[in-house]
């Protein structure tokens, strides 16, 4: 079996390349850096380094290609199954590269899981490709594993090497495969999936910048240092705490599984190890005070179901200072 990710950084490397290589799939990534490719083509693995408070492990990642861009047709021709993480401003300029490979199946299916941080991925990318046949699946995924923005120091002399947390599963739109769906750890196909999309913007990144904002205006420089200070964990902590309640009723929820899903969140936020800064995560402000962004989305959504929300608007009023100063 012969898995193609479009896409060799590190959520290509460091959570499709996981899942895939204990799944028992040969990896093909798509890249246009060249050291990196050829470091894989070397090597044939690479490490990952699984860390949070508690422990650190590393395991090597076995089974693996890497292949130019200009390289890519003749290995999507002969995929079993598809991923893309390259990255949402990168897709119009591969799209042509992966409509090519489709046009060499001679009509043979594929389904493409879209692992891309955007609304309705799925649609953007078919519109971009305009697949001939009908049995090609534009799959949306709701990556929410973290991994860090990676230093040399981290590499430890291996350009490879991914750091990421425990988290490792990957939820799929069930309903979006049109041919028969892979067997592949930690991916998790669920219908409908719209509560995947919503709970990963209105839970994990509307909490994740509100702990970004907040700490800037406090002078913190990583996200684990906001949650290590007890009122912005408690704001963090309210304001999932009611989008949970929404995300409940929206989708015919368990209040007690949403909320459940947040207290990891809260948990997974104070990973020291992955060195996540307020000024990362709160970067592209404009962007994520959008109608139905992780945050003015989150408070609406809370406003429909009648959902005191003092605590999102207060990250929001966050997130506009930082806008205005920077």
């Not at 895939?20 to 083509?41: H, K, P, R």
């Not at 305009?130 to 923005?149: C, H, L």
């Amino acid at each position: 079996m012969k898995a193609v990710v479009y896409g060799g950084g590190n959520i290509g490397r460091g959570f499709l390349g996981q899942l895939l290589c204990e799944s028992g799939y040969e990896t093909v990534f798509i890249d246009i850096n060249q050291a990196m490719i050829d470091q894989i083509n070397k090597e044939g693995k690479y490490p990952v380094k699984i860390v949070c408070n508690e422990y650190q492990k590393e395991i090597e990642i076995t089974n693996v290609r890497a292949v130019h861009a200009d390289d890519a047709p003749q290995e999507i021709a002969t995929a079993d199954i598809m991923f893309t993480s390259a990255g949402v401003k990168v897709l119009p300029y591969i799209a042509p590269v992966i409509k090519k490979g489709l046009d060499m199946r001679g009509g043979k299916g594929l389904d493409i899981i879209i692992c891309e941080n955007l609304i309705a991925a799925d649609k953007y990318l078919k519109e971009l490709i305009k697949p001939e046949t009908d049995n090609i699946g534009f799959v949306e995924a709701s990556v929410g594993r973290m991994v860090p923005v990676m230093t040399d120091e981290m590499r430890e002399g291996n350009m490879c090497k991914v750091w990421v947390e425990p988290f490792c599963t990957l939820p799929v739109d069930k309903d979006a495969f049109k041919n028969p769906i892979p067997e592949i750890k930690g991916m998790v196909p669920s219908s409908p999936f719209e509560y995947y999309i919503q709970s990963k913007l209105y839970l994990h990144n509307m909490g994740h910048a509100i702990a970004a904002y907040t700490g800037m205006k406090k002078g913190y420089e990583y996200i684990w240092q906001s949650m290590e200070d007890a009122e912005i964990f408690d704001l963090v902590k309210r304001a999932m705490y009611a989008s949970s309640e929404a995300l409940a009723l929206e989708h015919g929820k368990d209040k007690a599984e949403v909320i459940a899903y947040a207290d990891d969140l809260l948990f997974r936020f104070k990973n020291k190890f992955l060195g996540d800064t307020t000024k990362r995560v709160g970067r592209e402000t404009s962007r994520k005070l959008m109608p139905n962004d992780r945050l003015l989305g989150a408070l609406t959504l809370c406003q429909k179901h009648g959902i005191k929300a003092d605590a999102i608007k207060e990250g929001i009023v966050a997130a506009l200072d930082f806008l205005y100063e920077a």
